[in-house]
C-alpha cells in the first residue's frame, strides 16, 4: 500500500468530521482524493497529504522561516519535553476512558510537533489526531514530516470540523475559540489548553524590553475566560529551566511574535550571549464542555 493511498484512507474513515467551509455541509472523500460537499464544492488532498479548506489565505507572518525555528526547538531542545509527557497522560486517560475512538484536535498545530510528539509517544490504539492551522506552511510541513496525523488548513473561528465531533482538543500556546470548541466537541469533551505564566520566557521578555507591561505578564484574564466559557476542572502547573545555546536563543526569538517587535540590536545580544538559562512557566487548563 502506498503511503498516499494509506493517508488518504485515514481521512475516509474520518470524513464525517468534516463540513464543508463554504455550505457548511457534510463532505465526502470521492475516489480517495477530493472532498465534495453535496453542493459540489471541491477540495482536494495535496500530495503530501494534507486538506486545505481554509476560505481566506493566511497571515503572512508565519513564514517557512519561523516554523523551521520552531520545529527545531521543539523537537531537538527540551523546552517542552515535560509539556509533552503531562499532555500525553491526560490524553491516553481520556483515550483509554472512551468507547471507541479518541481523536483530539490540535487547534492551532503551527508545523505540528506538539500534536506528533504526544501521538507517537502514546500507547493507546485508539488515538487518532488532526491538527488545524490557518498558516499553510506549517500544516504543509507537518504534513511533509508527520504521517500518522490528518493536517488540514483551516480558521479556526469558523473551523471545517462538523458538529460533535471530537473527544478532545488541545489548544497550545495559541489563541482558543471557545464558541467553537463547544461546537466541535462530543458532550462532555475535553478541553486542555496550555498557557504562559508570569515566568514563561522572563528571561527574553527582560532582555528585550523595558515596558512593565509586556514584564509583568498575568494569564489572569485568559483564565477566566476560560473558566466562563469551559467547565474547568484542573489546572496543571509546569515549571522548568532548561538551557539553550547561541542558535537556539535565535530560534527562539524568530518562534516568539513577541520578539518579532523588539529593537534587533536587542535581540542579536540576546543570542550573542551564548548557552543561557530559560524559564519555562505554565498553566495547563483542563476542562470539559
Ligand atoms: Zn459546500
Redesign the pocket.
Known sequence: MTDKYQRARRYQQFEGIFR?P????RMQLVEFKSMI???R?TFDLSKHGHLNLAVQPSNSLYTKELFQARHRILTESAMYTRLHQTLQTLIEQEAGAAQESCLIADMGCGEGSHLNSILSASKAPNLYGIGLDLAKEGILMAAKRYKDAMWVVGDLANSPLADHTVQVILNILSPANYKEFRRVLVPGGLVVKVVPRTGYLKELREALFDDQEKLDYSNDETVSLFEKQIDLLDVIQLQDTITLDEQQLQDLTRMTPLAWSAEPERVEAFCKQGASEITIDLDILVGRV
Open positions: 464543508c463554504i455550505c457548511e455541509e460537499c453535496p453542493h464544492h
